[in-house]
């Protein structure tokens, strides 16, 4: 196993003059100008006194400036401690501090949530050498808390002149000197940004980013200068590992939109870019679906002709060329989908036309990656095979079929939870096996079948356990339905769904036909479900649900 920081070494140096990391529809950075970036950075964390294995907190929006502040983190030999910008400003700070973050790199808008409120800063200041925060929009000091920093800050281009008089070169950046320790902390990442009272620290070891990014790169096709699209939160470890790590350690060209993608800043970015691989989550795909297929497939002739052999193949391959387009004609490798089960009903469209794509499943406790298959040999509802450097069992008398948990063991499994000695025990079985929280199955080939959350599945009255996420999948693919929830309610299943007001309007629906319709049609649903699972009624509501970065719904918060 060679470590990830090695590889990315290697490939700052083979590509020195091409392309690393542009802001969609702004500035470029080379591999080059990336380095030098990173060189400045290492001069200022050197002279504000910020020590190797020291913590450094990143909390910004996605950027190139994203980028190069997290390799020029762990290219020094700290530990990077990304917040995702979703967390609010008092959340972050009480982290940081908790965390032991000595310096805080962040962006305008982060910048500015944490100089509001004197009492963030005491907070920050509460970690001895703590240094400061500094914009990383242009490494500029925004918060000092002695004059070290900005001292360093002032005169980080005289330090960098004599360092490198004749300018940084390929020869000259090395961030790999000699042999690094695999079992060091290089990344703390939080599961969530309510407060450090519930908020998990995943500390992950050299190790399981470096088994990622081999994987990655024995796996997915890549070439030199390929163009990557990335929309996934850079914080969080999906996309960090697919959309910066693996991508910049194999010599592409990552094109990062900032902000939250609408469909048309998103199709438009990818109609420009022409990615070889798209990182995504099932919601995005899925409201793709619903606003540009769908309409299509469900209307005369193409709904009568898909039920026409040989006929059908004229409109599937007609769609599937559209859909290509949308995302720019320039898949190799295709959809890589992750974060949440694909809607079957999508699935099957994009099984049916042969489109490039698969489903994958991980989570930030294995930096991410637990199971993946090629699009040649990916099989349709499955997440694919047990990533090659992991092991997986299902904790199940007959895993085939009885439903289990989904266990792992391997390099890319973390270390525990920061300071949190009860929560790692109770992550793990007593031989040693991380517990995913997740339900499955694996079929004669191996192949595993997500079912559902532990913690999500509803025991009824009578002893059966429902998997809510089945049934509402089977809702979501109802008109006028866009998302929906199934909780346990004084012994009935009651499905809780935003409707698509909007769309009924422009159909000439009124509010209380829409509100029949969709109700009448969750009920109709009953004949194809189980006796014990029939929902027993529908509430609809107009605002979507409180969504995690990763778009999976917050559970907790409806009942």
């Excluded at 695999?182 to 939080?190: D, G, L, R, T």
Aim: proline share 5%; with cysteine; charged share 25%.
């Amino acid at each position: 196993m060679k470590h990830f920081i090695s590889i990315f070494n290697e490939s700052v140096k083979q590509n020195w003059d091409y392309p690393a990391v542009t802001n969609f529809g702004g500035n470029t950075y080379t591999y080059a100008q990336m380095a030098e970036n990173i060189a400045k950075y290492h001069i200022l964390f050197s002279e504000s006194g910020i020590k190797k294995g020291d913590k450094v907190a990143l909390y910004a929006r996605n950027s190139a400036e994203w980028v190069v502040a997290y390799f020029a983190t762990l290219t020094y030999d700290a530990v990077t401690v990304p917040f995702l910008p979703d967390f609010i400003p008092s959340a972050v700070a009480e982290l940081a501090s908790f965390s032991e973050c000595k310096i805080v790199l962040a962006d305008d808008i982060a910048v500015s949530g944490l100089k509001e409120d004197a009492a963030l800063i005491k907070s920050l200041e509460k970690t001895a050498g703590f240094a400061g925060i500094v914009n990383i929009k242009n490494i500029s000091v925004e918060h000092v808390t002695n004059d070290t920093l900005k001292d360093a800050a002032d005169n980080v281009e005289d330090h960098f002149k004599k360092l490198y008089p004749n300018g940084l070169s390929a020869e000259t950046a090395n961030y790999y000197p000699e042999e690094r320790d695999m079992e060091a902390v290089v990344e703390i990442s939080f599961t969530s940004g309510t407060t450090s009272a519930t908020s998990k620290g995943v500390v992950l070891p050299a190790r399981s980013l470096s088994v990622n990014l081999e994987f990655a790169q024995r796996e997915i096709p890549v070439s030199r200068g390929g163009h990557i699209f990335a929309i996934l939160p850079m914080a969080h470890m999906f996309g960090q590992t697919f959309d910066v790590l693996f991508p910049l350690a194999s010599g592409c060209h990552v094109h990062v939109m900032p902000g939250k993608p609408t469909p048309a800043r998103l199709l438009g970015g990818l109609g420009a870019v022409k990615p070889f691989m798209f990182l995504t989550v099932p919601l995005v795909i899925e409201k793709i679906f619903k606003s540009k297929v769908f309409p299509a497939t469900r209307k005369f002739p193409a709904k009568f002709l898909l039920k026409v052999p040989l006929l059908d193949k004229i409109v599937l391959n007609k769609i599937r060329k559209s859909l290509l387009a949308a995302f720019g004609n320039g898949f190799t490798t295709g959809l890589i989908i992750g974060g949440a089960a694909l809607n079957r009903e999508v699935e099957d469209l994009l099984k049916r036309m042969n489109f490039p794509y698969v489903v994958g499943y991980g989570m930030t406790e294995c930096g991410p990656l637990i199971s993946y298959r090629d699009k040649s040999e990916y099989v349709k509802y499955s997440c694919g095979t047990k990533a090659h450097p992991i092991e997986l069992r299902i904790d199940s008398a007959n895993p085939r079929r009885v439903l289990g948990e989904i266990q792992v063991k391997g390099d890319a499994v973390m270390l525990g939870y920061y300071n949190n000695e009860e929560a790692t025990k109770a992550a793990f079985t007593a031989d040693g096996w991380l517990k995913t929280g997740d339900m499955g199955l694996l079929d004669a080939k191996e192949n595993l079948f997500i079912k559902g959350r532990c913690k999500n599945m509803i025991l009824t009255g009578s002893g059966q356990n429902i998997y809510p996420e089945e049934i509402e999948d089977k809702i979501n693919n109802l008109p006028y339905v866009i998302e929906s929830l199934v909780v346990g309610r004084k012994n009935a299943l009651v499905a809780l769904v935003v409707a698509d007001y909007e769309a009924g309007k422009k159909d000439g629906l009124s509010e209380e036909q829409l509100e029949k319709l969709v109700n009448d049609n969750v009920l109709a649903l009953n004949g194809e479900l189980a006796a014990y699972s029939k929902i027993g009624y529908a509430e609809l509501r107009r605002e979507p649900f409180e969504k995690t970065p990763k778009q999976s719904i917050r559970r907790f918060m409806y009942s």
